[in-house]
C-alpha cells in the first residue's frame, strides 16, 4: 500500500459546450450560453487563484472548442503549471458518434490542446463519461497516457490495454449538487454544507483505506463565489491529514503505472 493518499483536483471546463451538447438550440439561447461563459471567464480565474494559494497542481480537461473560444482563459491554465487534458472537440458524447466523427473529435481536441501547450494531452475525459465501443481503441491509437471515466473502482487501476484508469463517481462530482436550469427538469441546488460533508467523509474513508481521490468539478459550477469558499475548506481538511498530497491525473497515472 503507497503511504501517500493522492487528491486530484480535476475541472472539465465546459463552458459553452456543456449547454449545446445536449441542446442545438441553445446556440440561440445566450442566456443559457451565459450560465456556461461564466465557467472560463468568471469561475477559472478565482479557482486558479484558489489553487495559487495553495500552491496545489491541478487537472483541467477542456473542449477544443472552448481553447478556441476562450484562448487567453485557457492560456491562464498552463501558465499556472498545471495540466490540460482532452474533453472533446464541442462537448460531443462519444456513444453517439459514427467511429469516423469520433476519430475526428479525438484529431480536433488533441490539436487544440497541442497548439496551447505544445504537446498531445497525457488524459482522456469523456463529456458524458460514457465510452462508444472505440473510445478504447482510440485511446490506445492517440497515445493517451490514462482515463478518468470509469466508476469500477476507488482507486487507480490499469486497463487491460495499458491505459491507466482514474476513476470517478457521481457524488465527488459538483454538478448532481449544484448543476441547475429549468432546462434540466427534476434538479435542485444543495447547500455546500452537504457537499462538503460528502466529500471530507468520503475523504476521511478512503484515506483510512491508504487510498487515493478523484474530484470531478466544473469552473461554471463550483466557480460561484461561496462554492470556492466550500472547495477552500475542502481543501484545508485535506491538508490537515499528513500523508495527503493533491496532485495531477498526469502524475497519479505516471505513479500507478510504476507500481503495477
Ligand atoms: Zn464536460
Not at 1 to 6: D, E, I, P, S
Not at 156 to 169: A, C, K, M
Not at 211 to 237: C, D, N, W
Amino acid at each position: 500500500m503507497n503511504a501517500k493518499r493522492y487528491v486530484v483536483l480535476s475541472f472539465d471546463v465546459d463552458g459553452e459546450t456543456l449547454w449545446t451538447a445536449r441542446d442545438a438550440a441553445n446556440w440561440n439561447r445566450p442566456v443559457t450560453l451565459s450560465q456556461g461563459i461564466y465557467g472560463p471567464e468568471v469561475g477559472l480565474p478565482r479557482i486558479l487563484k484558489l489553487l495559487q494559494k495553495y500552491s496545489i497542481p491541478a487537472t483541467f480537461f477542456v473542449p477544443g472548442y472552448v481553447i478556441e473560444k476562450h484562448r487567453a482563459a485557457i492560456e491562464e491554465i498552463v501558465q499556472g503549471g498545471h495540466e490540460i487534458g482532452h474533453h472533446g472537440y464541442l462537448h460531443e458524447w462519444p456513444d453517439t458518434l459514427t467511429s469516423e466523427q469520433e476519430r475526428e473529435v479525438f484529431e480536433l481536441g488533441i490539436d487544440r490542446i497541442r497548439s496551447i501547450t505544445g504537446k498531445a494531452p497525457a488524459g482522456y475525459r469523456s463529456p458524458a463519461w460514457e465510452f462508444s465501443s472505440k473510445t478504447m481503441d482510440y485511446l490506445q491509437e492517440f497515445g493517451f497516457l490514462y482515463s478518468s471515466n470509469m466508476m469500477d473502482n476507488d482507486e487507480p487501476y490499469v486497463h487491460d490495454n495499458g491505459i491507466v484508469e482514474l476513476p470517478v463517481q457521481w457524488y465527488l462530482d459538483d454538478a448532481p449538487f449544484f448543476l441547475y436550469s429549468v432546462r434540466l427538469p427534476g434538479r435542485t441546488i444543495h447547500p455546500p454544507s452537504a457537499v462538503l460533508e460528502t466529500w471530507q467523509e468520503e475523504f476521511s474513508a478512503l484515506y483510512e483505506e491508504g487510498k487515493s481521490m478523484v474530484l470531478t468539478l466544473h469552473p461554471q459550477i463550483i466557480g460561484r463565489a461561496y462554492r470556492v469558499k466550500m472547495l477552500e475548506s475542502f481543501i484545508q481538511f485535506v491538508m490537515r491529514h499528513a500523508d495527503a498530497q493533491f496532485i495531477t491525473g498526469e502524475k497519479l497515472a505516471c505513479l500507478t503505472l510504476k507500481a503495477t
